[in-house]
């Protein structure tokens, strides 16, 4: 996510992903090293074998490992580099850098925590994170993730389908969407002190987006719980959407009637729209989203590649879409 900036001199969207790239170079040679040793291991089920590629490709072997299941969901796609995935990210509880969220988030206090699920439900509750790690079956889910930035990863997420949780709380026929809100507490986030947007940070969806099969709930990444800096302990993805809809650090899921306005929306409404599905089709007002980058695979020299509509996953949630104009609803 890009802040507009009134600083002529700040760097063109188009020059930030590749100074990244050429930071991470070392990062990545480090990390094919450890690849090679991958011939010999002996056999291992997925998970084990998920979380030791992990490890070898600098996951951290201190984290508390989360057993899941493979899902037919995920891209063949390689997955990103764990460094990268930890190491690039968007937290701007943590301040605005790239690096702020893992040199700042480890602040951030994951036990006690919980989820206040209310609104429009007939059996409002709160979830205890430890509940939500036992409520159904965990999935490794290797999912597409693009950036309004024009970036793009790969990443092997753990969870479960939000429609898990929704079906538990019951809502109601006013129910049509639903807002996610997420921690926002000064003492722990040093980045709350600069007003980039409205905090807390605050997305939505649609009842019927949230239900998707594709929107997970998660709780991992790379076989390990979640990193503090990719949103601990409880975050959502929603992979055909750019990735500022993936709210981080969830503390409330609230079911409404009226379609809220999100932080982004509130803080610059003709660059955020509601939907934000990725559509290489409409641009960002300030930079075109037809190509991306993909951070770990796309040389600095390379082209970047065409993005896809509904970052590739149209066969799934195209139909969520019929009938809208998907330049007005963007
Ligand atoms: N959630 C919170 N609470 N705060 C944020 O700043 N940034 C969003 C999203 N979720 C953000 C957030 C943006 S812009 C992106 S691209 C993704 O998180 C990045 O997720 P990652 O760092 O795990 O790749």
Same mark, same amino acid.
């Given at each position: 996510m890009l802040i507009r900036r009134h600083d002529a001199s700040a760097p063109p969207a188009s020059e930030i992903t590749p100074r990244a790239i050429w930071r991470d170079r070392r990062q990545l040679i480090a990390a094919a090293g450890g690849a090679a040793?991958?011939?010999?291991?002996?056999t291992l089920s997925p998970t084990q074998a998920l979380a030791s590629s992990a490890i070898m490709q600098g996951g951290d072997p201190k984290a508390q490992k989360l057993a899941a299941t493979p899902s037919r969901l995920s891209t063949p796609e390689r997955a990103t580099p764990y460094k990268l995935v930890t190491t690039y990210n968007n937290f701007y509880e943590f301040g605005t850098e790239k690096d702020d969220p893992i040199k700042h988030a480890h602040r951030l206090r994951t036990r006690p925590w919980s989820v206040k699920v209310d609104g429009e439900v007939a059996k409002p509750r709160s979830f205890d994170i430890d509940e939500l790690l036992t409520l159904a079956p965990l999935e490794e889910r290797i999912y597409r993730m693009r950036c309004v930035e024009g970036w793009s990863m790969v990443i092997p997420w753990i969870g479960f389908p939000m429609a898990e949780l929704i079906r538990r709380v019951e809502p109601t026929s006013k129910a049509r969407y639903v807002e996610f809100v997420t921690l926002a507490d000064p003492k722990q986030m040093n980045?709350?002190?600069? !007003?980039?947007?409205?905090? !807390?940070y605050m997305e939505a969806l649609r009842l019927d987006e949230a239900m998707h099969p594709l929107t997970l709930l998660t709780l991992g990444l790379y076989g390990e719980v979640l990193p503090k800096q990719n949103g601990a302990p409880v975050r959502l993805v929603v992979p055909w959407k750019y990735g500022f809809k993936s709210a981080k650090s969830l503390v409330s899921i609230r079911f409404v009637e009226k379609q809220p306005n999100t932080s982004w929306m509130r803080s610059s409404p003709e660059e955020y729209g509601f939907y934000s599905n990725v559509n290489p089709e409409v641009s960002h007002p300030r930079w075109s989203q037809a190509t991306e980058r993909r951070l770990?695979?796309?040389?600095?020299?390379q082209k970047r590649r065409s993005t896809l509509m509904f970052n590739g996953y149209t066969d799934q949630v195209a139909s969520l879409y019929s009938g809208m104009d998907l330049r007005r609803n963007f």
């Open positions: 040793l991958g011939g010999a291991l002996p980045g709350l002190a600069i !007003p980039v947007i409205s905090w !807390p770990g695979d796309d040389g600095f020299m």
